[in-house]
DNA sequence: ACGGTGCGTGTAAACGTTTACATGATAGGA
DNA sequence: TCCTATCATGTAAACGTTTACACGCACCGT
């Protein structure tokens, strides 16, 4: 490999002219600079980033530990974060943790002993050591999507709970008194803020929520159709299921299939996070937007202030709800105020 | 931050036999080996891989550039190649090229000059001049999916020209004869495999490919609606557009449900790739089916050799039809040979 | 008692950069 | 003309590891 000694030599200077040439130092005269570019483009040379960040204590990288990247709310958080990234001059390692706060663990030590200059995790689950000692370590971290309470970290997330208040109003506008919900872990801030806002606002209708009416998931495909059978073989099947993310909904999509029923007809579904397949379901999905990339832009821009030596500030963006046809038609005569439609 | 040396102070020994101890060398005491590893925990020592990958030329990362994350089908194949290569003691950085050469070029520098001790690139297009430098350099490189002809690199792919013969015979069978395709890049490998054995297939059963019913795409989901959308403007509307990959096949049902029109009755759509998601639009799709985790594991093993040293070859996986129905009810009488069902 | 063997440990160089500091040249001011 | 400031460049240390080599010691066979 050509490295910047061979190229010192070739241009007839000093490695230490070479690498204030290539790094755009003022002080080097054009003369010098002509001949190290042209050595350099010559011999082929390519900076090696690890014996910089060696000396200068900078790789030029964030992580991002996300907890699933088959959701694809993740990714397309995790592509705007990299490309939020490169704008800023930054690259991205991606570790994925499939909702295990055990690979969580995994990825956030890999991240740290790669010396990243800083951290960006939606923690899987709060009790990941790891993460929290990352937390109060010296290396810069933001919360993204989902954060640990009471650990003093920015967060950048999205509130739900007003759209979820929309969601029960319409549901109820609609004529629907038994609702159900499918959680994600409630060790998650945004499984406990969904099943939460969504009991809140149950009450607030007087309309109970027992127990047999809460489905427990893990915001994985597997758990939504467990979960979405057993509220199938309940006496008193729910006029609807709330998935509380894209991947359950399809799992109740799959539960409910099997039986042969048909949504809204049978049963509504409503779910969280909108994706594209959303509106080509059968039916389409009404469901509960988040203005994902955005997120995932003000994360990075975060992080950066923080690993530049700035402080950063949390920030809650607002989510809304869309209305498809998965809970039945809307009664034209009473929309349900402020909710946005498609 | 605590590095080797302070471990060794605290041990009252040497940093090579910290180091040894640390690598598991066996060569040391078991007293030492013990010291050490208190010392090390005591003082919460993190090793500093930036450090050891400068003096050993390993860093223990493989960089994977895909075409697209937002595509279903890459990052299926990203999650089976992260979770093999951290089975085998490496870690992935991901570059998402975006279907577009300039940021693959950009993902391939920039994972050379971290130093990556391997490649896996599915090239987004022939002409990235980056890759080809890469496939012809000291770091080891295999394409996967995709791959550029010519060059001398081992690949991992599937073969879809057996499971597009059988999508073939399975429209004929149900009577369609005017067969339109949406294809990808013509300068990717997959783009110009999979309308190079629909058109041949289609010569077989003697009905032509006119000019106007090949749509091309670029594997984003608005290519495939503009696509779509010409189609439906033809005098004469194609019985099935066949779309080569998900996101087209999303982009298609798009523009045929702006027009009010419906699958199958008024036109039928196949695709390319399998996803979850396909059991689940109105109606569920016909499609193409990849081992796609398989395919993921297969490259990292062979990439893996590579690094090792030894000699990678390449691998071609079957891909298979999956029958739905959004190209028409099968005539149960005359079931498509070989075809799988669902 | 002696040379050889092996084992555990230490010393120091090396990896490829960046950068503080030193140096030499040039120019400007008096 | 000399002193000094400025500028371009060079020298060498440092970053945190790994590892070739050297060393000292205990033990073995003769």
Redesign the interface.
């Known amino acids: 490999?050509v490295g910047i000694k061979d190229v010192a030599e070739a241009a007839g200077l000093s490695v230490a002219t070479v690498s204030r040439a290539l790094n755009g130092n003022p002080s080097v005269s054009d003369a010098a600079r002509e001949r190290v570019l042209a050595a350099a483009d010559a011999l082929g040379y390519?900076?090696?980033?690890?014996?910089r960040?060696?000396r200068t204590h900078r790789?030029g990288t964030i992580g991002l530990v996300i907890s699933d990247?088959?959701n694809?709310y993740f990714?397309?958080l995790?592509?705007s974060v990299?490309e939020e990234a490169?704008a800023l001059g930054y690259?991205v390692?991606?570790g994925?943790a499939d909702e295990r706060a055990d690979l969580e663990d995994?990825h956030v030590?890999?991240l740290?002993?790669?010396?990243i200059d800083g951290l960006l995790v939606s923690p899987a689950d709060g009790h990941s050591p790891r993460t929290l000692e990352a937390a109060s370590g010296?290396t810069p971290v933001v919360f993204v999507d989902r954060w640990i309470p009471g650990v003093d970290v920015p967060v950048v997330r999205s509130d739900g709970r007003g759209a979820i208040r929309d969601l029960v109003d319409h549901l109820c506008s609609l004529g629907h008194r038994r609702l159900a919900i499918i959680t994600g872990p409630t060790a998650t801030t945004t499984g406990r803020e969904r099943v939460d806002a969504f009991r809140e606002t149950l009450a607030a209708h007087g309309i109970p929520l027992p127990e047999s009416y809460i489905g427990r998931g893990d915001f994985q495909?597997e758990s939504g159709r467990l979960a979405t059978e057993r509220f199938l073989d309940l006496p008193e099947r729910p006029d609807v299921v709330f998935a509380t993310d894209n991947l359950m909904a399809?799992g109740a999509?799959?539960a409910i299939?099997e039986r042969g029923l048909r949504v809204p007809h049978d049963i509504g579904l409503a779910a969280f996070d909108d994706i594209?397949?959303f509106?080509?379901?059968?039916?389409p999905i009404t469901t509960i937007s988040q203005p994902t990339a955005e997120l995932g832009r003000v994360a990075v821009r975060a992080l950066a202030d923080l690993v530049e030596g700035g402080a950063a500030s949390s920030t809650v963006l607002p989510a809304h709800l869309v209305v498809r046809r998965s809970c039945g038609e809307p009664d034209p005569r009473t929309p349900s105020g402020g909710a946005a439609r498609e």
């Open positions: 490999m390519r900076p090696n980033v690890v014996a960040s060696l790789t990247v088959l694809p990714t397309e995790a592509r990299e490169r690259s390692i991606i994925n995994h030590r890999n740290l002993e790669r010396r010296p495909v399809l999509l799959d299939g594209p397949w509106s080509h379901t059968d039916p």
